[in-house]
């Protein structure tokens, strides 16, 4: 099918009886981009992706591709079959009676296609996902990997316009998990259409995406490259779901920006502490922090366990009673206490000794300390 | 868990209850049966038995009379079945008061159906007086008392119990194949007869076997619903007949030694002709 210049949702939004799924959802996926929905389970992530697909009709909003209009929650629906939509199940939903072949050449056989056609393109997808000799296996008698190989020849043999993924690795063990994600990137790099993955696993999306959204309970939380919601999360919750595990309130002292770079000064839990960024226009937690500045109101320091060093420095020093210490490996896991009873974690190298209940000293980079707004109902 | 082959003292000892009730009540009767329908009334070795039921037209027909009956009343359950089985395969509103209302008819036992239908269907049952009045039928007489109201009762026994196999089978297909169907542009008809229907299977032969063999020793109905000495003469009427008014153990062995050997016939038929059909099915698309 021909390729599209743009996705457009439009404030979709999909509810059962008072329960909303989905809420004032906006989002535009253009030509040849990954675009992956991230968040815990419940967000809604999964339920936007059916909408996407036809397999859910939405109750109010807009799904468009260029001036087709697919869905508008009223009058105008295409139903799923005439999308020309690929989709890939986390449980790959393979047709357990046909063979490896039959089921990749589902899609083409339904359609009518002539029996050369199919015989050339099955071969080449089979190639593609490396399943040469395996052609007359039943689903059952492959193995998880195998099987998810044959889910993805069977969704792209049909040349979908659009390709949806719907946690398309979380049922393999972690080793083929990773496997597969590069296989998905270089699938979707030679066939350059677009893609919209639904996950949970932030380093599944942060290692795919062109672009990244982050959903809580049906609403959009931040829309960015995976550089973007990794370095400046927009709220506490994507903040959270991107590592940052220790999340302090804070009060601003002072704000200065010279030559691009901005700098603010904050105390929080008795200490001062500096954070150093550069000046974004994008980036959309920093508005509600300036903002949050001016009226006098807190904010959140946001930092990641591998931010936090050992040792005194100049700035951002800062002291806790070490409660417990685990060694990882390649490091050593620490829970902090502070004198207001609240615990840090950090994760140092494994070359420093630290015994329990001593008074360990810790620094953090200025440039690796976020600030994001304290209400994120706001962002 | 320990998953030695062999036979060992326990494998033997939890066995052993199973097998003593399958030797009791399933295998020494049948050889027993068997055995009386190879020999005479004086114990003597005879093949005289089924050569009497070979040659006597009235006993060839029952075989005629029975499948003539009990095949369509299966087939017809079944066909009706699938679509019921296929819509509510995601479950329905009132789902538990449906299923309840569609197993009624198996609680009720034969006679009180047949029961009924004398009383509704008979010459002065409502049915047949609505029947009239609306100018559907000639006279008073043609919907008991003949082959309609076998068939008919034993559908109503046979339907609910095929469809309820059906709904269990439909209801484990995961709905992603559907959708999966679906999304690689299949019609609605295209998934439900290349996706659905092949995977259905099993169970519409299951289904099939198990009415098929419940229809086939209709006895009762037969006999309140029917016309047991001619139209409706069934081989389970026959075998009646020769044990019970002419004390002809013997015979009565042999119509139901045939009727086991009938049965086996046409259910292997249709494993056949599925074997056959999975296959084709199978096959579409190989270069």
Known sequence: MKDFDRLIMTDLSKSYGDLHVLKDFNLTVDRGEFVTLLGPSGCGKSTALNCISGLLRINDGRIQIDDEILDDGRHIFVSPEKRGFGIIFQNYALFPHMTVYNNIAFGLSVSHQPKDEIKKRVEEAIRMVHLEGQEQKFPGQLSGGQQQRVAIARSVVIEPRLLLLDEPLSNLDTKLRIEMRYELKQIHKRLKRASVYVTHDQSEALALSDKIVIMKIGKIQQIGTPKEVYLHPANRFVADFMGYKNIWKAKISEITESEGQRQIVLESKGFKFISRSTIADNIQGDTAVINAAKRGEEVLVAIRPDDISLGATAVNTLEAIVEVTEYLGTANQISARFTDDTLMQARVTPSHRISVNERVSFHIDPQKIVVIPEDEEEA | ?287
């Open chain 2, 1 to 287: 868990m320990d998953r030695r082959k062999g036979w060992s003292a326990e494998t033997i000892g939890f066995l052993f209850p199973a097998v003593v009730f399958l030797l009791a009540v399933f295998i020494y009767p049948f050889i027993y049966a068997v055995q009386l329908s190879l020999t005479d009334s004086e114990g003597a070795f005879t093949l005289g038995n089924y050569v009497k039921f070979f040659t006597d037209l009235v006993e060839l027909k029952t075989v005629w009379i029975t499948l003539k009956i009990s095949l369509p009343v299966t087939i017809l359950s079944i066909v009706l079945a699938i679509p019921i089985a296929y819509f509510m395969r995601r479950g329905i509103k009132h789902e538990k008061l449906v299923t309840f209302l569609m197993m009624l008819p198996m609680t009720l036992g034969v006679v009180l159906i047949a029961e009924g239908m004398i009383t509704y269907f008979g010459r002065n049952g409502w049915v047949m007086l609505l029947l009239e009045q609306l100018g559907l039928v000639a006279d008073r007489s043609s919907l008991i008392h003949n082959y309609f109201g076998v068939a008919a009762s034993l559908f109503i026994q046979t339907f609910p119990m095929g469809l309820i196999i059906l709904i269990g089978y439909t209801s484990g297909i995961h709905s992603s194949l559907e959708m999966a169907a679906t999304m690689l542009g299949a019609t609605s008809a295209q998934t439900f007869w290349r996706v659905m229907f092949p995977l259905m299977m099993p169970g519409i032969l299951i289904a099939f076997a198990l009415n098929f063999t419940s229809a086939f020793s209709v006895f009762t109905s037969a006999i309140m619903l029917g016309q047991p000495t001619s139209q409706t003469r069934v081989m389970a009427y026959a075998a009646y007949v020769h044990a019970y008014e002419y004390f002809d153990y013997n015979f009565c062995s042999t119509i139901c030694i045939l009727m086991i050997i009938v049965q086996l016939i046409i259910i292997g038929f249709v494993f056949a002709f599925r074997n056959r059909l999975y296959k084709g099915a199978s096959a579409v698309g190989k270069g």
